[in-house]
């Protein structure tokens, strides 16, 4: 490992004290200091730097460690899954998955959650705030997830494909919603009769039937009809009629 000595000096270079693998604030952390461009540390003490990216540390053990993302040795096995780790501080908090506390709550709306991260990426919703935008429509989201998602849109891409029959869609809820299809599943009832659906749209529509609005009318003849279907077949009676093929 490449060794340097500490000089105090501003560096965009990143430095950590070995929660390598946490975020940038704590990768910073290695004194007092508010600019994290600025590490704080003991003038002329070693910093060992990784030769595979810019990151450096103050001990050499966290080095090594850190060493293993480039390398691919993962020493640190979870007893539950059998997933594999670089590091100590990966596993420990991957095993948050597998148990159920929640120790992060919202002030707000009461919603529990696993990791600090998760809450406070959820607090988003409270604030309405959307800082990620599409720079082809300039859609909002709140979440870069969500951002990378709607991406897919402006692409041919349809990297969600049904196990089933190989048919392939453009995103996760799109895949999901076909699914259904393969199931006998009819999870949206009716209320009024006894008919059940696949979808929340096929719900919708058939609500439609218990209803005596009749919003849609006929241009020609002026027959109401609730559903949109059946004034587009009337409309082509109507001028059929109107105007017969010769």
Not at 94 to 103: E, F, M
Not at 173 to 198: D, M
Not at 207 to 235: D, G, I, Q
Request: hydrophobic share 25%.
């Amino acid at each position: 490992a490449t060794v340097a000595w500490c000089s105090l000096k501003s560096s965009e270079t990143d430095i950590s004290d070995g929660n390598w693998d946490k975020s940038s604030e704590a990768q910073s952390g290695l004194g007092s200091g508010t600019n994290n461009t600025d590490p704080v540390c003991e003038k002329g003490k070693k910093l060992y730097h990784c030769s595979q990216c810019r990151k450096i540390f103050v001990h050499r053990g966290n080095l090594l460690e850190h060493r293993r993302i480039h390398t691919g040795d993962n020493l640190y096995h979870c007893s539950v899954c059998n997933k594999s780790f670089p590091s100590k501080t990966n596993l420990i908090d991957h095993t948050k998955v597998h148990s159920q506390d929640r120790p992060f709550k919202c002030s707000i709306c009461n919603a529990a959650f696993k990791r600090k991260n998760n809450l406070r990426q959820h607090l988003i919703i409270h604030t309405g705030e959307k800082p990620h935008s599409c720079s082809i429509c300039s859609k909002t989201f709140a979440f870069e997830g969500n951002l990378k998602q709607h991406m897919i849109i402006h692409t041919k891409k349809r990297p969600y494909t049904c196990s089933v029959c190989s048919a392939d869609f453009k995103s996760k809820n799109a895949l999901r919603g076909h699914t259904k299809i393969h199931k006998e599943e009819k999870p949206f009832s009716c209320s009024l009769c006894s008919r059940s659906f696949r979808r929340t749209s096929y719900l919708t529509a058939h609500m439609k039937s218990h209803s005596e609005e009749k919003p849609h009318t006929c241009s020609v003849c002026e027959a109401a009809f609730k559903r949109r279907p059946s004034l587009y077949h009337n409309k082509k009676n109507c001028e059929t009629q109107i105007f017969p093929k010769r």
